[in-house]
């Protein structure tokens, strides 16, 4: 019964490298959102990488945490699945040619390959949560 009402391991992250990690990523995507102020909507993109970051974030206090990360990643699919027409109109080479955007073809390939980013590292974040969650619970004794 002891175990039952143990606190929770805060920050029971794998590694020190696991755990700068996944902190890199959150401050990464904090970053990627104060850079969506001169985007022609905004606050959308900020919205997503804010909880891109959050779930990061989150994740280093809720290891076994799994449901908010995988809605992100599911947003973040669904999302990109919206913009795959637009980026076969263009090439991988022609996204990067330029700081500036030379096209809506080349602003939608590259907010293309963010939600792939966001959607991936939060699919891995969830797949990481069920895996701890399942290493925890609690094995049932065999009578």
Do not use: C, H
């Amino acid at each position: 019964m002891p175990e039952a009402r143990a606190m929770r391991n805060t920050l029971a992250v794998a590694s020190k490298a696991a755990t700068l990690g996944v902190g890199t990523m959150g401050v990464l995507f904090v970053l990627a959102a104060a850079l969506q102020y001169n985007d022609p909507d905004p606050y959308a993109w900020a919205a997503l990488y804010l909880a891109a970051a959050g779930v990061s974030f989150a994740t280093l206090w809720l290891p076994d945490a799994w449901k908010m990360p995988a809605s992100v990643a599911v947003v973040a699919f669904i999302w990109a699945a919206t913009l795959a027409p637009a980026v076969t109109r263009t090439s991988f080479p022609d996204l990067f040619q330029s700081w500036e955007m030379m096209s809506t073809e080349m602003e939608e390939g590259r907010e293309f390959l963010g939600l792939l980013l966001v959607g991936a590292w939060t699919a891995y974040l969830a797949q990481r949560g069920r895996k701890t969650r399942q290493r925890s619970a609690p094995r049932e004794e065999q009578s």
